[in-house]
């Protein structure tokens, strides 16, 4: 179910109407109502799956509460050896059920996600074809709506459970309730049980300024996805998949520099509409980007892209790794043969880095299989733990120089040189064959001419001969691009927008809902009549 078509207007109404006339004690079920119908739409066989993953989790973490207060129990009435031994015991069961969980969670998501890939893989190595091995989906679905997200979901509530962070939850509906929250399933973000799933359960009362805070996410939301993202697609496909392998590389980096514009208005764009729906029901989540393109390195970069997804890496995936007793050994080696100083540093920076490395490259695996995702999230692994590593270097000639590191003039080239780094690695994301893709980042800086495409009158026809009224899609997108840019500027200064914009005059109020309203109205007439969003598709 699209959010740009009228019967998710409609179902969205529904939905709202009943859960603030239905007694507060069930708004909770007509989430949950709401959610199922809202999926089923998808292909109602994907039910299967989310309901799967649902059971997995909450009975393992079930499972593991029950573990924890039979110890609980069973302390106060052994010896304190015959306790130890217990524990042990308990302890390896309970790592037993974790495995157990997180290899069937993960293995169905890899298994849907990575199979057919994997049985090309052995079929190119032997030279054999094993297609019949292949899995043909259900119904002619191969992925499931959102299975990545809700999988990552309740990973995190089992883990969280495992590593006793909170109690688990009783009700398995409520639970349900909270994996299958319909808002969430198509792009995330990854919520976590503790911030969100407490929220579904408590009663909400109806709030107009929620409804009016909701609304004007939305529209902002949208003008980015259909008055920019989706505007720049077809001109970023007809540069950057173009058989013309003599392309200077000034119209690449356009055209990389689009995708950047692209992805970052589809994604964010689609996250705003989600924050907005949810808030319509009186429940926040956790903002998922925070100005990524006012970053000033790439560590920080990906601190403000994506946020859930970092933070569930980070919590998941590097923590426990940089604290395995591999990781601990490196560490202790460096600072014992390091020397003093550079040894405490070495100590930190090593294992950090390789956790990195290994995180940035799972994150290019989860984006897909291919080589040019892997290549991906290593690059930005190893530019991130680079820079970390050679910090000490950089600080000290900065030092030389005499550059002061807190002017305005050197956070604007820390600025611009992360939105370059970041643009480099984009390369990567975006064009799909290696070989090309090196092909393209030669060009980009070894030949930066732009005379020669000029004089190809055939190219400058096949790349914008097909659209309509180029110039009135131009204004659209600059229009908007130039809004999004203003906004994320006060945003980054710390201006709460809402806030600032309730406390103007009616007209600049009205202004604020009308102006996105009336560009993602114009934009219709020139974006796709069924857009999806970049992100569905993982």
């Excluded at 090309?120 to 299975?147: A, E, V």
């Excluded at 911030?195 to 408590?202: F, H, N, P, V």
């Excluded at 709030?207 to 004007?216: P, R, T």
Aim: charged share 15%; net charge positive; aromatic share 20%.
């Amino acid at each position: 179910m699209n959010f740009r078509t009228w019967s998710f207007c409609f179902f969205l109404v529904i939905s709202l109407f009943c859960y603030y006339k239905l007694p507060k004690k069930f708004q909770w079920i007509c989430i949950l109502i709401s959610s199922v119908v809202f999926y089923a739409f998808s292909g109602a066989v994907n039910l299967i799956f989310i309901l799967f993953s649902s059971f997995l989790t909450f009975y393992g973490a079930k499972k593991i509460t029950s573990y924890n207060l039979l110890l609980r129990e069973k302390k106060s009435v052994l010896t304190k050896e015959d306790f130890k031994v217990e524990r042990e015991n308990i302890k390896h069961i309970k790592r037993i059920v974790l495995l157990i969980v997180l290899i069937l969670n993960i293995g169905l998501l890899a298994y849907l996600k990575y199979w057919n890939a994997f049985v090309s893989f052995l079929g190119n190595c032997f030279l054999l074809n094993f297609d019949f091995l292949k899995f043909s989906g259900f119904r002619g679905i191969l992925l499931p709506l959102g299975i990545s997200f809700y999988t990552f979901q309740t990973t995190a509530y089992f883990m969280d459970i495992y590593n006793g962070k909170y109690e688990n939850e009783k009700n398995f509906l409520k639970y349900f309730t909270f994996v299958s929250f319909f808002p969430q399933l198509i792009m995330g973000p990854i919520n976590r049980f503790d911030k969100l799933g407490i929220q579904l359960k408590e009663e909400h009362e109806f709030d107009f300024e929620n409804i009016k805070h909701g609304v004007l996410l939305i529209l902002f939301g949208a003008m980015k996805k259909y008055c920019i993202a989706d505007l720049l697609y077809t001109r970023i496909s007809s540069v950057l998949d173009h058989p013309y392998d003599n392309l200077p590389g000034s119209l690449i980096a356009f055209g990389i520099l689009a995708f950047s514009i692209y992805q970052y208005a589809d994604f964010s764009g689609g996250i705003d509409m989600v924050l907005g729906i949810s808030k319509l029901f009186g429940l926040e989540m956790q903002p998922n980007f925070k100005q990524p393109y006012f970053a000033r390195n790439l560590a920080d970069f990906w601190r403000r892209w994506h946020i859930s997804l970092g933070l569930w890496m980070k919590d998941y995936v590097f923590y426990p790794l940089a604290l395995t007793h591999f990781m601990q050994n490196i560490g202790k080696f460096f600072s014992a043969h390091g020397g003093k100083k550079i040894g405490k540093h070495l100590a930190r920076t090593v294992p950090a880095g390789i956790a990195n490395i290994v995180v940035f490259l799972l994150v290019g695996i989860w984006h897909g299989p291919e080589l040019h995702f892997v290549l991906w999230g290593l690059y930005n692994g190893l530019v991130i733990a680079f820079s970390d590593l050679f910090k000490p270097a950089f600080e000290k000639l900065s030092s030389i120089l005499h550059i002061n590191v807190k002017s305005k003039s050197f956070v604007v080239f820390q600025i611009v040189r992360t939105f370059i780094v970041v643009n480099i690695g984009a390369y990567f994301d975006r064009i799909t064959d290696v070989k090309k893709c090196f092909l393209y980042l030669k060009r980009t800086f070894f030949n930066f001419g732009t005379l020669e495409i000029y004089k190809s009158q055939a190219y400058l026809k096949s790349v914008f001969g097909s659209f309509r009224y180029v110039e009135s899609e131009l204004v659209l997108i600059i229009s908007a691009s130039i809004i999004v840019f203003i906004t994320s500027f006060l945003k980054e200064n710390k201006v709460d927008l809402y806030t600032a914009i309730q406390k103007k005059n009616i007209a600049f109020r009205w202004s604020a809902y009308y102006v996105p309203l009336i560009l993602v109205i114009l934009s219709m007439s020139f974006s796709p009549s069924n857009p999806v969003f970049m992100y569905a598709q993982y």
